[in-house]
């Protein structure tokens, strides 16, 4: 079990850099727009949300690399997009090379969300593996605290500040790719692609618990034909549950909240400096119930915290709406959004990636996930790209009502069509779910 946690966390190290990746550049945006002079669409829609656009285009392709060369190799190569774009961000004279070098770390991103959680879920036991996939989550959010608590140190090195928070990215994303040239390969992938040999000195290296003879059992239940795709009748089960939770992930405002969370505090009234520092806060507590949520994932199951975290999501977006139409103390909005991430943590955070993880059989998982990443980043690129026009013509009332609204959806969704995925195996929750009609 200790290799297969450390395998894990060095497969979730691309959660670092997707989390770091995502949020870094929250502390270049007024500096960029100024520099620059740029509009609030250009902005918006280019500057700040290429990534993005880049993330779903590496949702869209990434099953491709993923089922083609394997997890492994597809995560190494995840880092050498993420170390070309750290270097080519920091380096930028332009918004037009900065979109370009972002959008090159977003297709990391969106590979990342398919390779890393396909490879931590097969390579874990059943009755671990919430727990084991939360840790890409997990290092999402520690990726998030770290680079908003570096934007606070970096933010007064004058007015290169920018190139100093964009560049330090080198650093993690040379030692996650470094680490994964040591990892072995999918025992899973490795038997689907007949590779049995190698497949049974893998699992005797990190798995003293499972047997390769059961495994390969279990995944020549699930050996189809190969032409088989996930929008075929028999997998709209699956498919629509991961649109859902895919969707409301970002109904939620998360990604335009995180993008944008030094904005929106000094939209509510606070200092430069003071918005800066409680993007720090909001970094720590997601972390904090990150890790409540997946220490709780595998005794608690899926579906319950996703009704604790749709709860909290309704009441916290309701209050920071109210508070913005009603002029409330600035010091109150920091607390609700503080409630906000915490939800989004426990709940969403800690589950969408577990779920999707789990609920496709074997053949057929890294084009689920692939879909569901698509659905994910492009309301995440959608959405975010908006934020700076709605603020100018609509205010951030309401916007937080029109995500608090959506959450109530998400709770309607939870209560009636999501499954319980807890302590099945992949072959037995991907075979059970695609039986099943949503």
Known sequence: MSKVFYLSIVA?????????????????????????????????????AMALWGTVLGALLGSFPTNRFGRKNTLLFIGILYTVSALGSALANNPEFFSFARFIGGIGIGISTIAAPAYISEISPSNKRGSLVGLYQFNIVFGILIAFLSNYLLNDLGKNSWRWMMGVEFFPAILYTVLVIYIPKSPRWLIQNGHIDLAKKVLTKISADEKVEDLINDVSIDKTDSRENIFKLKYRGPLLLTFFIAAFNQLSGINAFLYYAPRIFEEAGLGESTALLSSVGIGLVNLIFTFIGISLIDKLGRKQLMYYGSFGYIISLSLVSVSFFFNWSPIL?????????ASHAIGQGTVIWVFISEIFPNHLRSSGQSFGASVHWILAALIPSM???????????????????????????????MPETKGMSLEKSGYILSKKKV
């Not at 929250?26 to 902005?43: R, T």
Request: a negative charge; charged letters at 10%.
């Open 12 to 48: 979730a190290l691309a959660g670092f850099l997707f989390g770091f990746d995502t949020v870094v550049i929250s502390g270049a945006d007024k500096k960029l727009q100024s520099i620059w002079d740029s509009s609030d669409f250009y902005h918006g829609a280019v500057v700040m």
């Open 387 to 417: 934020i700076p026009i709605l603020f100018s013509f609509t205010g951030a009332g309401f916007i937080f009502l029109f995500f608090s609204f959506m959450m109530i959806f998400q709770l309607i969704f939870v209560i009636f069509f």
């Open 333 to 341: 909005i920091p607390i609700f959004l503080f409630v906000f991430i």
